[in-house]
């Protein structure tokens, strides 16, 4: 049958041998079912085996440095050559020599001298074998870009219906514009930070700090609840408002953990999001709301999210104030050491706060009708 085949699509072979008559006698075997290169030594065989991989490779064991085992060796440890089987050819076919080739990786062991027949049959069957592996190592591969695209669709998915959800709650405040896409780059540029603290860096992985930015965006959806008639009210609020204000903390909270209930499972990135919700009002000091905690008892990724909070309402035209300079929200998040923010996060903020005005240009509220641009 593989004598119809045409030269070009012959699987390849390569036959490694430092005795002229075998290579010359193997290839005669080979060569009218197969593409056949010699070679007369283990340097030569690597060679060749790296610069045009064959589909099978016919080794010798007792050839001058290195020999069949070591030829083996370095092309089962090459990421180009380690999946070419391997068929040692040789006179050492006792036993111990047998069980150190395969341990080496060799698919099969051909004693010699060689029976044509079965040498054919062997090379035959193990070609058809790596046709089959290759096959399914690629369909591997491609199932793996496939669960790759589609998980990260669903990423794409999730990080959209986040910003859509937070976007519902910012509209509602005609003066907020960017202030999500600042924010939750601010939390990142914290956190970050914060990573070479010895008493913060075992909760800030990698992977911690990505869910910190994507949750971000959620601190205020609580805001969704809250009346038209206090959330807009240009003038400071009366106590009785305040409360009603102070409620979108549990709003939000509650509305993130009815949506973890009915995914029916406790899920990292939504925990995250609830701490941040819930919690990014309360207070180093304990004097904020809704639980009054205090100190450490307040979540870091809440603790982050307070101060990235607090500086974008300073530096931003609210319906109740005008906008501050950067330096004068520098200075009232420095004056907060202690009392409104945790000290550490605040040292971090200073040391970054260049980066901080730099995000703030970045995102600065276009005008309107002017989308933002979001990297």
């Known amino acids: 049958m593989n004598d119809f085949i045409p030269a070009a699509a012959r699987p390849s072979v390569l ?3 430092d005795t002229p008559q075998n290579l010359q006698l193997i290839s005669e075997l080979l060569a009218h079912r197969y593409r056949v290169r010699v070679a007369p030594g283990g340097d ?37 050559t380690r999946d070419i089987p391997v068929i040692f050819l040789t006179s050492r076919h006792d036993m111990e020599n047998e069980a150190l080739g395969f341990s080496l990786g060799a698919v099969d062991y051909i004693a010699k001298p060689v029976v044509p027949p079965l040498l054919l ?24 870009e496939e ?8 990423r794409d998915v999730r990080d959209v219906t986040v910003l859509a959800l937070a976007s519902l709650a910012e509209a509602r405040d005609n003066d907020t514009g960017n ?27 990698e992977q911690t700090i990505e869910w910190l930015y994507k949750s971000a965006p959620l601190h205020d959806v609580g805001k969704v609840g809250i009346p038209d008639a206090i959330l807009l009210k240009p003038g400071k609020l009366t106590p009785d408002e305040f409360e009603i204000m102070k409620t979108h903390t549990t709003l939000g909270r509650d509305a993130i953990a009815m949506a973890e209930q009915r995914l029916g499972k406790t899920v990292p990135f939504l925990r995250i999001a609830k701490e941040i919700a819930y919690s990014h009002q309360e207070k180093w000091d304990g004097s904020g709301y809704p639980l009054g905690l205090s100190g450490d008892a307040i979540p870091l990724s809440a603790r982050l999210m307070a101060v990235a909070d607090v500086y ?10 005008d906008a501050m300079t950067h330096q004068e929200a520098v200075d009232i998040v420095a004056a907060g050491r202690g009392s409104h923010f945790d000290p550490a996060l605040v040292d971090a903020f200073l040391s970054n706060e260049a980066e901080f005005q730099a995000i703030a240009r970045a995102f600065a509220d276009e005008p309107e009708g002017v989308l933002p641009q979001v990297v």
Do not use: W
């Open 15 to 17: 036959v490694v041998d």
């Open 44 to 80: 030569r065989a690597l060679q060749i085996a790296q610069a045009m991989p064959p589909d099978l490779i016919l080794l010798d064991v007792v050839m001058p440095e290195p020999d069949g085992y070591e030829v083996c060796r370095r092309l089962k440890a090459d990421a180009r």
């Open 121 to 144: 049959a062997r090379v035959h069957t193990h070609l058809t074998l790596k046709v089959a592996s290759d096959f399914l190592r690629d369909k591997s591969s491609y199932l793996e």
């Open 147 to 154: 669960v790759e695209r589609r998980t990260q669709e669903v």
């Open 179 to 205: 202030h999500i896409l600042r924010t939750q780059r601010y939390v990142r540029l914290l956190a970050t930070a914060l990573r070479s603290h010895p008493g913060y860096a075992p909760e800030l992985d």
């Open 312 to 321: 974008d309402a300073l530096i931003t035209r609210r319906v109740y104030k």
